[in-house]
C-alpha cells in the first residue's frame, strides 16, 4: 500500500486479503493502524482511501537538544524543503517586536518574511527579525536554501543557546490563505520564538504561522537534577 499514489482509493477486501495472503480480520487490523497514523483515510459513500500523514515540525528546547530550524530538522526527517523570501529588508523594529529584541525605538532589525514548503506543500509563513547591527549582512544573504539559524552560526559565530517559544491560533488573512492555499479565515497555529544567547541576550526573534493540517508543534522538556 505504502507505493499507492495519494488519494488512490484501496481495492475491495477480498481482492487485498488475496493479494496479501491474509484474513479479512488481520486485513482490518492493519487498515485501523494506517488510518490512525494518517496514511489511510475513510469517508462515507466514498470508501478508504491514500492520503499522506501529517508533516511534523518540530521546536526543540535547546536544553534536551539544540537550537535548529525548520530547514534542518525537516531534512533530517527525509523531506524536501523549498524557501521563497517575500521580504527581506533592514526596517525600523516594529513596537510589538522591539521588546523581544531588547531594542529602543530608533533601533532597526533585519526583517525576513519566507514562505516555506514540504515537499511541494506551502507548510507555513516564517517572520523572523534580527538586530541589524549584529547581522548586517543577512540583508542580502540568499536564503532561498539553507537555515537561518545555521548562517547565524557559521557567518558571526552566534552563540545561538536558549529558545523560549509560544504557540497560539490565529486565523488566516487573505493574502496568507492565498500562500497558503488555505481558505480566509480558516485557523492557523502561530509560533513564537524569542532565542538568546548563554548570556540571556535575545538574537532573533520568529513568528511562523502553520497550516494545522500538515503541521505538528512537539516539545521535549527534561527535569534534570539542578
Given at each position: 500500500m505504502a507505493a499507492l499514489p495519494e488519494h488512490?482509493?484501496?481495492?475491495?477486501?477480498?481482492?487485498?486479503?488475496?493479494?496479501?495472503?491474509?484474513?479479512?480480520?488481520?486485513?482490518r487490523r492493519a487498515v485501523d493502524g494506517l488510518v490512525a497514523d494518517g496514511h489511510l483515510v475513510r469517508e462515507q459513500g466514498r470508501g478508504t482511501y491514500v492520503t499522506r500523514p501529517a508533516?511534523?515540525?518540530?521546536?526543540?528546547?535547546?536544553?534536551?537538544?539544540?537550537?535548529?530550524?525548520?530547514?534542518?530538522v525537516m531534512s533530517e526527517h527525509g523531506a524536501t524543503v523549498g524557501t521563497t523570501v517575500l521580504t527581506q529588508r533592514v526596517v525600523p523594529v516594529p513596537a510589538a517586536v522591539?521588546?523581544?529584541?531588547?531594542?529602543?525605538?530608533?533601533?532597526?532589525?533585519?526583517?525576513?518574511?519566507?514562505?516555506?514548503?514540504?515537499?511541494?506543500?506551502?507548510?507555513?509563513?516564517?517572520?523572523?527579525?534580527?538586530?541589524?547591527?549584529?547581522?548586517?549582512?543577512?540583508?542580502?544573504?540568499?536564503?532561498?536554501?539553507?537555515?537561518?539559524?545555521?548562517y547565524l552560526r557559521r557567518e558571526y559565530g552566534a552563540d545561538l543557546a536558549h529558545g523560549r517559544i509560544v504557540v497560539d491560533v490565529g486565523t488566516a488573512a487573505p493574502d496568507e490563505a492565498d500562500?497558503?492555499?488555505?481558505?480566509?479565515?480558516?485557523?492557523l497555529l502561530v509560533v513564537r520564538t524569542t532565542v538568546r544567547d548563554r548570556a540571556g541576550l535575545?538574537?532573533?526573534h520568529s513568528f511562523s504561522r502553520l497550516r494545522p493540517d500538515v503541521s505538528q508543534v512537539e516539545f521535549e522538556v527534561s527535569v534534570g537534577g539542578r
Open positions: 488512490t482509493l484501496l481495492p475491495p477486501e477480498p481482492v487485498l486479503c488475496a493479494e496479501y495472503g491474509v484474513s479479512r480480520i488481520t486485513l508533516i511534523r515540525h518540530e521546536y526543540r528546547e535547546s536544553f534536551v537538544h539544540r537550537i535548529a530550524g525548520f530547514n534542518s522591539a521588546p523581544e529584541l531588547q531594542l529602543d525605538s530608533a533601533s532597526d532589525v533585519v526583517e525576513l518574511v519566507r514562505l516555506r514548503s514540504v515537499d511541494g506543500a506551502p507548510n507555513h509563513v516564517a517572520h523572523s527579525f534580527l538586530p541589524a547591527h549584529f547581522f548586517p549582512g543577512a540583508a542580502k544573504e540568499d536564503f532561498r536554501q539553507g537555515s537561518l539559524y545555521d500562500l497558503l492555499q488555505v481558505v480566509a479565515g480558516s485557523p535575545p538574537l532573533v
